[in-house]
């Protein structure tokens, strides 16, 4: 998508983020591909449009709400790293993300399999969870602000900043999809909260479940009327293969009525999973022809006469649901995630290469979690991979949720000095101090600490690190850990406001980079309008952004 005429490509922003082309576009902003020369990775940089960032009102609350969001850190929401205003230019800079939207996968594949409808609605719900819990709503959970990552995972985009996008695009005369997914509360323009998100999500899971949206009409008005006054089909009356617990779940989360529908992201988790984890374990037992009890092999009960001995029956089936508790706990908390769906994999030969081309492989590092190490090997270069273990060809089983083949490399070293094992550098952006230097340690580095201001990221927490999250680096060796001091704090001189008009002291007031505060009136020889005192004596040094408070004369009382 590269456009050579447009003005911000190879354009260098804040002497850090340089704009290598542009990967998408919307009412608001446009999205481009950047490569941040402080952390030598690829982001995703959002510059806000000229037109849109000509409006004080939406520059405001772009502002506000890219920072609010910036704090919050999961893994099935995209990061905000960070978020700046330069030379009259809005952006915000974001996790970079190689998948597609979820509109775009439903559009390919119509009705989902329930099981994978229900995988991403809890990861969408553990991404509401997360945000709810810091004070942050979405306010337009759709397909469209979901992605999906090629490995199954979800990540929800645009928290904060989507409801800006919308209603940038209705001043704009132009048709949003939001309307779909609406919470019946915001159709008729009350405020949305935490129940109003969960909603939407609903909405997304009947369309997951089903194919089709709930509501359709010839205009958004008569689609938003729907929601308010209409019952939707029951999915299981389109797909008659979703399970009733699972039917029961999404129209809670969908209920016109905000105080009938789950109240908090947790309590829709929490069915979610309950229904997942039970749903195993009867397939499970189905599936068992006999169980272990004292690690002996029982017989699953047959059916018997009614003459058969109903102590036993009693008995027995007392245990079996017994087990049953228990496995579905297990595999709640420590279990689930042996059951994944298995993928098979041969290994790659990375023999004769560098080592640093293979760790750094971006495909590479979604298979494989590399353990390096090096021995004194003249005959090869510094960094050539001589062995692999396990050896190349060989057929590994993975997980489908994230687990990786375990691989080690033995690489060329050139002295006895370079003989040293290459660790993964964890992610400790936006952790506080201890916890970060406890990371650190635990993954077998030392550290040093700096610190320096920041706008997006709180005072304790980490900003970066050196080397960056994911990089190999030697066993034992030094990791920069950037601490934020919070925004940083620019100092300005109070300008003279006395014998100015009401409107000239404003205006000096803005020039200076500070905050108009209260402005009263009172009695005074001096023309009516006229500033006669302030509360900030001219010329000291104030914060930049203090308000001032200044008093305007109201002529003489005689």
């Known amino acids: 998508m590269k456009n050579s005429t447009d003005k911000y490509i190879g354009k260098l922003l804040d002497g850090r983020y340089e704009v290598i082309e542009l990967i998408g576009s919307g009412g608001m902003a446009n999205v481009y591909k950047a490569l941040c020369h402080r952390l030598n990775r690829y982001d995703a940089v959002k510059i806000m449009r000229d037109e849109t960032a000509a409006n004080e009102e939406f520059r405001r609350r772009f502002r506000a709400e890219s920072q609010a969001v910036a704090m919050l850190s999961h893994p099935n929401i995209v990061s905000v790293y960070d978020v700046s205003h330069s030379d009259d230019v809005e952006y915000i800079v974001m996790e970079l993300i190689d998948g597609i939207t979820l509109k775009e996968y439903l559009r390919q594949k119509g009705a989902l399999d329930p099981s994978e409808a229900l995988d991403f609605a809890i990861q969408i719900a553990k991404a509401l969870e997360h945000a709810h819990g810091k004070g942050i709503i979405h306010r337009d959970i759709k397909p469209q602000n979901i992605m999906l990552l090629k490995d199954g995972m979800i990540k929800v985009a645009d928290f904060g900043i989507a409801s800006l996008q919308n209603d940038i695009e209705e001043s704009n005369g132009e048709t949003v999809g939001s309307v779909h997914y609406i919470a019946p509360e915001q159709a008729r323009g009350a405020a949305p909260d935490a129940r109003s998100d969960i909603y939407s999500l609903g909405i997304v899971m009947y369309e997951m479940l089903t194919g089709k949206l709930p509501y359709v009409g010839n205009s958004d008005v008569e689609v938003a009327v729907m929601h308010m006054n209409t019952q939707a089909v029951n999915p299981r009356e389109i797909a008659p293969d979703v399970p009733e617990e699972l ?79 228990v496995f579905v706990f297990l595999y709640g908390y420590i279990i689930k995630d042996m059951f994944s769906d ?96 406890s990371s650190i340690q635990d993954a077998g580095f030392r550290y040093s600490i700096t610190q320096a201001p920041s706008d997006s990221i709180t005072k304790g927490y980490v900003i970066s690190t050196e080397p960056v999250a994911g990089a190999a680096a030697d066993e034992d060796s030094e990791v920069k850990i950037v601490i934020s001091t919070g925004p940083e ?55 930049e952004h203090t308000k001032i408070n200044f008093t305007i004369s109201s002529g003489s009382g005689g």
């Open 342 to 437: 298995p993928v098979n994999v041969k290994v790659d030969n990375f023999v004769g290469r560098y080592y640093e081309d293979v760790i750094n492989d971006k495909d590479n590092k979604q298979i494989y979690d590399f353990k390096v190490t090096f021995k004194v090997d003249l005959e090869h270069e510094y960094g050539i991979i001589l062995s692999q273990t396990p050896e190349a060809g060989k057929d590994k089983t993975i997980g489908s949720k994230g687990d990786k083949i375990e691989i080690e490399l033995i690489c060329a070293a050139e002295t006895v000095d370079d003989q040293k094992r290459l660790l993964k550098v964890p992610n400790i952006i936006n952790l506080d101090k201890d916890e970060a230097i």
């Open 247 to 325: 039917e029961r779940i999404c129209l809670k989360a969908m209920d016109s009525d905000i105080d009938t529908r789950y109240q908090t992201a947790g309590e829709l988790l929490d069915d979610l999973e309950q229904f997942k984890n039970q749903s195993l374990a009867n397939h499970i037992l189905e599936d068992t022809d006999s169980i272990l009890i004292d690690d002996k092999p029982v017989e699953k009960p047959k059916k018997r006469k009614r003459g058969g001995k109903l102590a036993f029956k009693t008995g027995f089936l007392a245990v079996l649901i017994f087990i049953v508790v």
């Open 489 to 543: 704090i620019v100092m300005t001189q109070m300008p003279q406001l006395k014998g100015l008009t009401k409107d000239a002291a404003i205006a000096k007031i803005e020039s200076s980079k500070l905050s108009v505060g209260t402005i009263t009136t009172a009695e005074s020889d001096l023309e009516a309008g006229t500033v006669i005192d302030q509360n900030v004596a001219a010329g000291t040094q104030v914060e």
